[in-house]
């Protein structure tokens, strides 16, 4: 399974742009990346996903480098609510391979 | 629209025993997959069910096995219990498009439930 390398922990202020980085130098030409969050006590969510070319939604939006060896998931305006735990995943057979995943903290 | 449900929310074992999680997939997802998440960890791969079959597996022992019904609902059993299998398990369902194939559809998202705490004394 390909991996990924993302920082233990990163924090924000409220209300200020959130930039989450992931390295990806394995990744295979099928792999999506897939983005999910876990907040405290809940199962993980899904965030956003991609192949080559960036992405946006309602909740965020995914930067693909043009290798596709790394990729950032941005949160434009970080809220409270945001404070999770956020693994990027790369995707090709049907499981999930989860890592430690990055720690974000949003100071108020 | 319920997404999926786990149940029991929480349970406590003693070692030896034996435990059966139960799981609903979202409306209209076919495919289930266990992943078990330790306390401080990433959720782990267990194995995941399509056509009430087992078709993929992770790094687990024959201890832990699972059951898909014709209702896509599923059943983790874990038996024998040890204190290290004390941990959030995890239910997650998605659709598969079309036949299942080894590779898969990368594109597909899971939605998670809120898991099932298992505590082992």
């Known amino acids: 399974d390909a991996k990924t390398t993302q920082p233990n922990s990163m924090e924000s202020n409220e209300e200020e742009p959130v930039h989450l980085p992931c390295n990806h130098s394995?990744?295979?030409?099928?792999?999506?990346i897939h983005w999910y969050r876990q907040l405290p006590s809940q199962g993980p969510e899904y965030v956003i996903h991609?192949?080559?070319s960036n992405v946006n939604n309602r909740m965020a939006s995914l930067a693909i480098a043009e290798d596709r060896k790394s990729s950032t998931l941005i949160l434009h305006r970080a809220t409270l609510r945001d404070a999770a735990v956020y693994y990027c995943?790369?995707?090709?057979?049907?499981?999930?391979?989860f890592g430690q995943g990055t720690r974000l903290t949003i100071n108020p | 629209d319920a997404g999926v449900t786990q149940s029991p929310t929480h349970l406590i074992k003693t070692r030896g025993q034996q435990v059966t999680l139960r799981c609903s997939p979202k409306?209209?997802?076919?495919?289930v997959s266990w992943y078990q998440q330790a306390l401080g960890q990433g959720p782990q791969f267990i194995f995941q069910?399509?056509?009430?079959?087992?078709?993929q597996r992770g790094n687990f022992p024959d201890r832990f096995s699972g059951h898909q019904f014709p209702n896509y609902s599923s059943e983790l059993n874990v038996n024998a219990l040890l204190l290290g299998d004390s941990a959030l398990y995890l239910c997650?369902?998605?659709?598969?498009?079309?036949?299942?194939?080894?590779?898969?559809?990368?594109?597909?998202?899971?939605?998670f439930g809120a898991g099932s705490r298992l505590t082992v004394l």
């Open positions: 069910y399509y056509e009430e079959e087992e078709r």
């Open positions: 991609g192949l080559t």
């Open positions: 997650a369902s998605s659709l598969v498009v079309g036949k299942f194939l080894a590779g898969g559809s990368g594109a597909n998202v899971l939605t």
């Open positions: 995943i790369l995707r090709g057979a049907q499981k999930l391979v």
């Open positions: 394995t990744i295979s030409g099928t792999d999506y």
């Open positions: 409306s209209g997802h076919d495919t």
